[in-house]
């Protein structure tokens, strides 16, 4: 039983990461209505910048977090200006989108590779004691990640639903043109964006890296948590968050009970058999063309 | 505005037809129906549900609620390449044509887009197959000699002004050997030249063919011309405001005040 | 001289799995980034069947073409029948791919077989040589430009231009898209065949995604709806590497910095829409002989 609730924490924490993953690629997918691949690279950049900025220059642990974040949100921020926005602005086909995304998707991770290398890193950071309730350990990695990621959540919630900017993306959200035509300047909703994605993923990549390990390929997982948020159904944030959790416990519980080298294959297989009975998430609504 | 009472020379019948897109009802209760060879409009101001009626036929969109009968047999839920085969091709109103392909290519799709010939022979390019794309070749210039635009025949659809982009739209939909064309503002954006070209073209495959024929336009010469001694739909916010000649719909109150109802008011604001 | 027969054959294998994916993304639209799968649902195949067997050699091939070709139907059939978006069908793709590469990873043996896992399937026996790839690559330049220019291939293309208006015009939008992944998978499963009689040796790390990265930017590169251009440049880009030992780090950086120019300053790619045919042969030889020629009909 307790290894039960060992588990359960564990995903729940996982859960956290891949929720503000599926959060990040829900909201660029619901304004712009397309697949940010990008975000791999990213959540990995973000993890190297704080890893680099303990290990080699020595910052404090929140330091490093802050010094990661503002990186990759220029990092975010730069490629939406020099990669998407033309194609935006030309109204390119989402194909033509997407492969530029994957361009700078391959372009930095293999940068990353080439600086860093690509040998799994552990965080270094000191392993503090885990907490014990009731006879089950809590990691404090996990609860930092679990709470700081319920944290984060909630500003971007008060940000979209309290403030103007965000009724600007709200509304951008809807419909992309109208919501122009009502004065709400596109650029600045795509920065943004784009800078809520940066941090996002860097904060994942940070905890991801923690809890398992920096290398340069880790952001593959953010492929799970796309999934993860159309399987909840694309367009809604709630969802993200819902479909992130189920799939964080759920893959956690597979690794403790059958076999951590199973863990991503179940994951995958799980997510595309949803994602193929389901094309349209269990609770989303498909976006028909205007004919 | 009443159901036809002999339903078996209908080729297409909409029964209390709806649709509702969220909290909107596009098309509301419409119910028509048409005999083969008929030639008739669908008119009404902008929004008013005409686009989304022909998309209920070829079934891009599910109705709410309603039947859609050709020949008499229900179609609902029939796959749109599977109507079109049954005999249904319809042009758009945003101009879809095959944007890199030749005006050529665009008819000739329509006439393979069931395949002519077997897989194995399409590897082999068996002399049979051969012959069969030379006559499909033949047939696509036919059409295209027949919308006017056969010296076109090897541009780049998307190269062509937009006008004979719209002929080409209708060869591609008669290359289907459709019974029923649907046209979605096959006039948009002609000038009164062109127009009068249109009409003719029409008239002329109307004839030749034997379609039946519905027309959505907004040029309302061209649709009083074309429907004369036919009927025309007047559809407003979904609904069937009014049906009959194009005399009787030109005098109909209702829908003057649907297309012109705010000019009255603008009127009597700006009298001094 | 080995040293160009190895570029030979290695470019002439990346040759025949960018013809599958130029196929399936360039010519009908669909987005995939797992064709590195594939090669490996042909190549495994292919060499258990040859060296535990006996199956003579081009029938594993072929069987193993057609294996990945009936595995594609796993994503293809319930993607396209709920009509997937593009990208999400892209993302299948991707994910179908690592499962493969990860049950091959996971997978000391199969039966009595022993694949090896994560370390490999060890001797197969060599049998792509010069004169084998080349044949390879004659045939499937014929049958592809074969299919491209029959009924089917443009009705591939159709629905790589304008799907909806496709199927208004009655193209099957899920019997052609099953029939473009299949030729496409089919011919990634034989150039994975080849890989494996080449290198006596399969790895399933030969088989991750930037196998399938690789080929995307042959077809992104060379262009859309065309064979000419996807081979072009899948030659180029195993060739170059190669000769400039020194870039090869940098490839994949500089691929990914390609693609995003190549999408904003000339997204057809190289020679998009260029076709082998008798117009591009007679244009070229106009040019080249600068005199003008007139143009042949269809």
């Known amino acids: 039983m307790e290894l039960f609730f060992q588990q359960l924490i564990s995903g729940i924490s996982i859960g956290a990461i891949y929720a503000l993953l599926a959060v990040g690629y829900a909201l660029v997918y619901s304004v712009y209505n397309f697949t940010n691949w990008a975000f791999d690279a990213f959540m990995a950049f973000g993890a190297f910048m704080a890893f680099m900025a303990i290990s080699s220059l020595m910052m404090p642990f929140w330091l490093a977090m802050i010094f990661s974040i503002v990186l990759t949100v220029v990092l975010s921020v730069g490629s939406e200006k020099l990669a998407y926005r033309p194609l935006r602005q030309r109204k390119a086909p989402r194909l033509f989108m997407m492969i530029s995304a994957m361009g700078v998707n391959l372009a930095i991770v293999n940068l990353i590779n080439k600086f860093f290398g690509g040998t799994f890193r552990k965080f270094p950071i000191q392993s503090a004691q885990p907490f014990f309730v009731g006879g089950v350990s809590i990691g404090r990695m996990d609860l930092l990640a679990g709470l700081i990621s319920f944290i984060v959540l909630a500003m971007l919630w008060a940000f979209l639903y309290r403030t103007k900017w965000g009724l600007g993306i709200r509304a951008s959200a809807i419909d992309i043109q109208t919501a122009s035509l009502m004065g709400i300047n596109n650029d600045g909703v795509a920065m943004i964006i784009f800078i809520i994605t940066g941090v996002l993923s860097s904060i994942a990549g940070v905890f991801y890296g923690i809890k398992y390990a920096v290398f340069p390929t880790m952001g593959i997982v953010t492929i799970k948590a796309m999934i993860a948020s159309i399987v909840g159904g694309l367009g809604s944030l709630p969802a993200a968050i819902v479909g992130s959790m189920i799939l964080g416990i759920l893959e956690t519980l597979v690794s403790g009970y059958i076999s951590s080298s199973y863990r991503d294959l179940f994951s995958f297989m799980f997510l595309i058999i949803i994602l193929l009975f389901f094309p349209n998430g269990l609770m989303g609504k498909s976006g028909d063309e205007k004919l | 505005m009443s159901i036809d009472d002999n339903p078996s020379n209908n080729i297409l019948a909409l029964r209390n037809l709806t649709v509702d897109f969220g909290g909107v009802r596009a098309v509301n209760n419409l119910s028509l129906s ?43 839920g029939v796959s749109p390449d599977k109507i079109c085969q049954m005999g249904i091709s319809r042009t758009f109103q945003n101009i879809r044509l095959f944007p890199q392909m030749t005006a050529y290519e665009n008819v000739e799709l329509g006439l393979h887009s069931i395949p002519r010939y077997s897989l194995a022979e399409a590897f082999y390019r068996t002399p049979r197959a051969r012959q069969i794309e030379k006559n499909t070749r033949a047939k696509a210039l036919e059409l295209l000699e027949i919308v006017n635009l056969k010296e076109h025949a090897h541009a780049r659809a998307s190269s062509l002004p937009y006008g004979l982009q719209r002929r080409l739209e ?16 096959p006039a948009a954006g002609m000038n009164e030249d062109e127009c009068n070209d249109l009409i003719e073209l029409i008239r002329h495959i109307h004839n030749t063919m034997k379609y039946t024929i519905i027309v959505i336009e907004h040029h309302m010469a061209v649709v009083m011309d074309l429907c004369r001694g036919s009927r025309i739909y007047v559809l407003a916010l979904g609904s069937l405001l009014a049906t009959g000649n194009p005399e009787q719909i030109q005098n109909n109150q209702e829908v003057i005040k649907a297309y012109l109802g705010e000019r009255k008011n603008v009127r009597e604001t700006t009298a001094p | 001289m080995s040293y160009f027969i190895a570029i030979t054959i290695l470019s002439g294998i990346n040759i025949i799995a960018a013809i599958g994916v130029a196929i399936l993304t360039g010519y009908t639209g669909l987005f995939s980034i797992g064709h590195a799968g594939f090669m490996a649902l042909g190549g495994y195949l292919s060499a258990i069947l040859v060296k535990e067997y006996n199956v003579p050699f081009v029938v594993a091939l072929l069987a193993g073409g057609t294996f990945a070709g009936l595995c594609s139907f796993i994503i293809g059939y319930p993607a396209f029948r709920s009509k997937l978006r593009g990208d999400y069908f892209a993302i299948a793709t991707l994910g179908f791919s690592e499962a493969i590469r990860l049950i091959l990873n996971n997978t000391k043996t199969l039966g009595t077989i022993k694949i090896g896992g994560a370390f490999g399937y060890m001797n197969i026996p060599n049998h792509s040589n010069v004169f084998v790839v080349l044949v390879a690559v004659i045939l499937a330049l014929f049958f592809a430009h074969m299919f491209v220019t029959s009924q089917y291939g443009k009705n591939c293309i159709a629905i790589g231009q304008d799907e909806v208006a496709a199927e208004m015009m009655g193209v099957n939008l899920l019997r052609t898209k099953l029939l473009a992944l299949f030729v496409s998978a089919f011919y990634a499963g034989v150039a994975g065949g080849l890989l494996g009689f080449y290198f006596a040796y399969l790895s399933p790390s030969f088989f ?14 060379g262009g859309i709806q065309s064979i000419i251009g996807p081979v072009i440049t899948a030659f180029v880009l195993v060739a170059v590497p190669e000769l400039l030992r020194a870039l090869a780090e940098w490839r994949l950086i500089l691929y990914g910095f390609l693609f995003v120019v190549v999408m904003i300053f000339r997204p057809q790619g190289l020679l998009g829409y260029v076709e082998m045919n008798l117009n591009f042969a007679r244009n070229l030889w106009s040019k080249i002989r600068n005199k003008p020629v007139g143009e042949v009909k269809g």
């Open chain 2, 170 to 185: 209708i060869a591609r939909a008669m290359a289907t050997s459709p019974q029923l064309l649907l046209l979605d503002e």
């Open chain 2, 34 to 76: 048409l005999k083969s060879g008929e030639m008739v409009a669908l008119i009404g101001p902008n929004g008013a549900g005409k686009t989304t009626v022909f998309n209920l036929i070829t079934n891009a969109i599910k109705p709410t609620s309603g039947e859609i009968l050709l020949n008499g047999k229900s179609i609902l």
């Open chain 3, 208 to 221: 991750t995604l930037t196998k399938s990265s690789d080929l995307l930017a042959a077809v992104v590169f």
